[in-house]
């Protein structure tokens, strides 16, 4: 399966009385699709760039001009939404999914299929960058944007607020989150799963199975400490485990391993629920 690494830039309507309302309010129209087509290996295989000559906000936004440099002679010289759109279905080709930097590209995409009266069912899974990045990467709870995630990794990002710069900017910081890890729909997902706790830590490797730190941290449920042994290594960085209390509370944990350099490494620890599909997981694992 290959993944198509999807950003749009849209236009408003200039003032709050051209906003179209019926059917859909529609807050945006697509004027430029960007997209990077890669397999599970992060590979680029192909990219797509395309503007759009919109039908309903026919004018820029100077907001939104200012912001993509898209001007109105630009779009102008642009095809028409179901053009484009027919052409990167055809380029998108058969067994695929989305991954986008939030998930309002794809609430976007689905509105303007909407008001084109074009069917939306072709559209494939949609996996969420954002949420991966801020649940592997950081521990709190925000949003980051895609330049602080390029700063995170010291990239100079592609200038932002391009469909296609984005696309490219997203796929350097996949790169830099999975490693040498191939991209999967299970990693995908359980990434995006709800963790109802992050840690931070620094630590040296070979005292990962007897450090307090890691093996140990209070119970959510009654505060007492809940113990993890038998980690299991669910990628070459990531290690898995069911933490249990005394009182019985169970949690499935994942310590994730970035090299800071040689003998100390930053570990994030996410605890989730447990819940069978994650049960299922570990066991899994060997
Ligand atoms: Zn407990």
Redesign the pocket.
């Known amino acids: 399966m290959n993944y198509i690494v999807l950003d749009l830039e849209w236009n408003q309507a200039v003032s709050r009385r051209r906003l179209i309302t019926n059917p859909i309010v529609l807050n945006g129209e697509i004027v430029q699709i960007g997209a990077v087509k890669i397999n599970d290996t992060l590979a680029e295989i192909d990219r797509f760039n395309e503007l759009i000559k919109p039908k309903f906000y026919t004018t820029m936004h100077p907001t939104v001009r200012d912001l993509t440099g898209i001007k109105n002679a630009d779009i102008q010289k642009g095809r028409s939404f179901p053009e484009v759109i027919n052409a990167f279905r055809q380029w998108c080709g058969k067994d695929f999914a989305f991954i986008t930097w939030s998930m309002t590209d794809l609430s976007v995409m689905k509105d303007n299929l909407t008001i084109y009266e074009m069917a939306a069912d072709w559209l494939p899974p949609c996996y969420d960058a954002q949420k991966l990045f801020d649940r592997q990467f950081i521990d709190d709870d925000h949003q980051h944007s895609l330049g602080y995630a390029l700063y995170l990794f010291k990239e100079k990002p592609l200038e932002c607020h391009d469909a296609l710069n984005d696309a490219v900017n997203t796929v350097t910081v996949l790169r830099h989150m999975m490693g040498d890890e191939k991209l999967s729909p299970d990693y995908l997902d359980l990434g995006a799963d709800e963790p109802m706790y992050y840690a931070h830590l620094k630590i040296k490797p070979e005292l990962v199975e007897e450090d307090p730190d890691l093996s140990t941290f209070r ?6 400490d ?1 113990i993890c042994r038998n980690w299991k290594k669910q990628t070459s960085y990531q290690l898995v485990t069911i933490g249990r ?5 169970e949690f499935f944990v994942r310590l994730r391993f970035k090299k800071i350099h040689d003998g100390l490494y930053e570990v994030y620890r996410v605890v989730y629920d447990l819940d069978d599909e994650l049960e299922e997981i570990y066991e899994e694992l060997e």
């Open positions: 119970c959510f449920d009654c505060d007492e809940v209390c005394g009182s019985g509370h």
